[in-house]
C-alpha cells in the first residue's frame, strides 16, 4: 500500500504526500521518511480519505485522535458516510423540465 | 426387417422429447436454487462500550441483499430496501424485535438494556441498523438473544462481536442457538 500523509503547518497550511508502495521495500514493517520544511508542523495524517484498505485507523494520526465510533459519526451532520455525499445518490436528481425554465 | 426399422423411426422420433423433458427436469430443479441464489446468509452485530460517549452501543450489519429477501418473507410483499426508507423502517423494527441484550452485574443480578433505536443506513452493499443503550456502572456478563433472520433461514448464521476495553469477544449464533453469555 502506498503511504499518504496529510501534514497540516503551524501556518494553517496543508500539504500533501503520496509515498509510492515501493517504500517498503526497503523494510516490510516499518519505514522513515524524512520531510524537510520551513513550516512548523502541527499535525500528520496518514490517508486521511481512507483510500487504502487500511482496517485500524485508529492509530492514523499524530497528535492522537478519538475516532468517533459509527454511531456517533451517524448522529452527526452529514451522516455517516466519510464524504458525505453518495455521489451515485445524484443520479436521482429531479432533472428540470421545459416548464421550470419557461417559469424563469 | 421393417419391424426393426419402425423401432428405429420410432426412437429417433422420440429422442428431441426425451431432451426436451430432460430439459424441463433440470430447468424445474434449477428454479428454487435461482430465487434463493446469492443469499451470504451471514450478518454481523457489533456490541460497542463506548466510552466517549457513555452508551451501549449496537450495529447490526446485513446485507442487503439477503434482508430484502427476508423482508419479503416477513411482510408478505416484495420490499425494496434501496429505495423505500418505509421499507427500511420495517425491516429495523422487525431486527431490533428480535435482538435482546440482559447485562449481569457482579452480585449476578440481571437487566434487559432499554435498546433505544438510533437510525438505519445503507452502505455500499450492507443495510446497517443502529441502536444504543446507557451504559451500566458494573458489568459482569452479557447474555445476547440474537435470532434476526435466523427465524427464516435455518443456515443463517449471524456473528456478534462485543468489544469492551480495548478487548473483542465473539459470539457466533449458528445452528440451534438462541442465546449466548459471555463474561467481560
Excluded at chain 1, 485522535?65 to 451532520?77: A, D, L, Q, T, Y
Excluded at chain 2, 420410432?10 to 428454487?32: E, N
Excluded at chain 2, 408478505?76 to 421499507?87: H, P
Aim: aromatic share 6%.
Amino acid at each position: 500500500m502506498p503511504v499518504i500523509l496529510e501534514m497540516e503547518y503551524a501556518d494553517g497550511s496543508k500539504e500533501e504526500m503520496r509515498l509510492p508502495a515501493e517504500i517498503w521495500r526497503r523494510n516490510a514493517k516499518q519505514v522513515k521518511k524524512l520531510i524537510v520544511s520551513e513550516n512548523e508542523l502541527r499535525s500528520v495524517a496518514i490517508d486521511p480519505m481512507q483510500e487504502t484498505a487500511d482496517a485500524d485507523i485508529e492509530n492514523n494520526y499524530y497528535p492522537r485522535r478519538i475516532i468517533p465510533s459509527r454511531i456517533e459519526s451517524f448522529k452527526s451532520e452529514g451522516g455517516g458516510s466519510l464524504i458525505g455525499r453518495d455521489v451515485m445518490q445524484d443520479i436521482k436528481t429531479q432533472l428540470k423540465t421545459d416548464d421550470d425554465e419557461q417559469d424563469n | 426387417m421393417s419391424r426393426t426399422t419402425s423401432l428405429r423411426i420410432l426412437r429417433v422420433r422420440d429422442r428431441p422429447r426425451t431432451a426436451l423433458l430432460t430439459l424441463l427436469v433440470l430447468l424445474c430443479c434449477l428454479v428454487p436454487s435461482l430465487v434463493t441464489a446469492h443469499e451470504q446468509k451471514t450478518a454481523v452485530t457489533r456490541i460497542l462500550f463506548n466510552d466517549s460517549t457513555g452508551n451501549i452501543e449496537v450495529m447490526h450489519r446485513f446485507f442487503i441483499h439477503d434482508a430484502e429477501h427476508a423482508a419479503g418473507v416477513v411482510f408478505g410483499r416484495a420490499q425494496n430496501l434501496m429505495e423505500s426508507a418505509d421499507s427500511r423502517k420495517l425491516f429495523s423494527n422487525y431486527v431490533m424485535n428480535r435482538f435482546a441484550i440482559a447485562a449481569e452485574d457482579s452480585r449476578g443480578e440481571t437487566a434487559e438494556l432499554n435498546l433505544q433505536y438510533v437510525g438505519e443506513e445503507i452502505e455500499g452493499q450492507f443495510l446497517w441498523v443502529y441502536q444504543e443503550a446507557r451504559q451500566l456502572q458494573d458489568v459482569n456478563a452479557l447474555s445476547v438473544v440474537h435470532v434476526a433472520l435466523r427465524d427464516i433461514w435455518p443456515d443463517q448464521a449471524n456473528l456478534v462481536n462485543v468489544e469492551k476495553d480495548g478487548q473483542i469477544y465473539s459470539l457466533s449464533f449458528a445452528d440451534s442457538v438462541e442465546s449466548l453469555r459471555v463474561e467481560l
